[in-house]
């Protein structure tokens, strides 16, 4: 299997971080590997939603990134806590086809040719979207604040985040001058239906916070033409964590 580039050079620093965080363990890269493959057979993977969608250029699928970005982060298509608003698909105000507008990337448009019906074709294929009595609403969790190059919404961004964090955590255990952020907030025992409060202070003071960082590093970007050698690739995110927890008729030790 040959695979693309990217996801290759991505691969390999995924691996990289992994050898790193083994050896801090005392577990070999082998052993880890042995271990997912073990775990990998007790997963079921259900099937691509976004599997006749090849056609598909980055271009597109970048824009349709943006599309959800700005339904997340554009005061007039969230409600007071944050959270993205029912929309017509069509229409001269707020709708999803003003979206595809305000998702232009005059630098890669000649390469990004889906319409708009093609482009809301493929949301509702990749369940980002659904339909209510109110209109269109993003399903998606995806929403970055840089614009210009949000990341894909397929499979690739996954190996992306899960890479750079392995990163991060590898730098900070044996990285050189300095450690990078790395903060996590968390609580065991949670009550499920406060997790959407969370999820609205994020909407509101995380998404306003990423957005002055992003102000920051776009004022300060570098001359896209030439690559320095002191030029490095920079970034910050936020990802809200919701895990299930087994309820057990006896309190777990650690837990008490």
Known sequence: MTLAPKVENTLNRLMESIAVVGQYCDVSVDDMIQAVRNSYKNV??????????ADLSTADRDRM?????????????VDDDGAPIPIPERGEGVCLEQLYKLAKDPSVEESATASFDDVLRFLEISTSIERTADGLLSKSGYGGVRMSSPAHINGYAMLVYLTEYAGTVAHNLYGGQGGRFMKVSQVERFPAD????????????????????????????????QINANDIRIGVGMYLIEEPLRPSTEPDEGMR
Do not use: C, H
């Open 44 to 53: 079921t993977i259900p099937e691509p939603p976004m599997a006749d969608s």
């Open 194 to 225: 406060q997790a959407r409060v969370v999820s609205r202070m994020l909407n509101r003071q995380g998404v306003a916070f990423l957005e002055q960082i992003d102000s920051f590093m776009e004022d300060k970007r570098a001359d896209a033409e």
């Open 65 to 77: 990134g943006s599309m959800l970005s700005l339904w997340r982060t554009t005061p007039a298509y």
